[in-house]
């Protein structure tokens, strides 16, 4: 079973930055795809960032050139780095992986961007 653990979540004000970390139960290696997603109150969840097992990453229009998704170690497989927040941008984010035919979610971090 793949436990994962979001942190670095917080308040933070309109153009500050903040750094998300997933923490894995099991060794995570780079031939995974990992993403991560949010969920906004009374929305869909959607998909902000995502790295393949090629490294090759994808964003969505909103986040594109303020957010960075990247790979770490086998325990901590993925960062997302976000810079330039936005209030719009304040959503509960979970960490992701493919392995195999299942996908392993987290429990979720809050992010509040707010003055």
């Known amino acids: 079973q793949v436990r994962l653990v979001e942190s670095g979540g917080g308040l933070v004000q309109p153009g500050g930055s903040l750094r998300l970390s997933c923490a894995a139960s099991?060794?995570?290696?780079?031939?995974?795809?990992m993403g991560w997603y949010r969920q906004a109150p009374g929305k869909q969840r959607e998909l902000v960032a995502g790295?393949?097992?090629?490294?090759?990453?994808n964003y969505a229009d909103s986040v594109t050139g303020r957010f960075t998704i990247s790979r770490g170690n086998a325990k901590n497989p993925v960062y997302l780095q976000m810079n330039r927040l936005k209030p719009e941008d304040t959503a509960v984010y979970y960490c992701?992986?493919?392995?195999?035919?299942?996908?392993?979610w987290g429990q979720g971090t809050q992010v509040t961007v707010s003055s």
């Open positions: 099991v060794s995570i290696f780079g031939i995974y795809p």
């Open positions: 790295i393949a097992s090629s490294g090759n990453t």
């Open positions: 992701t992986v493919v392995i195999g035919s299942s996908t392993y």
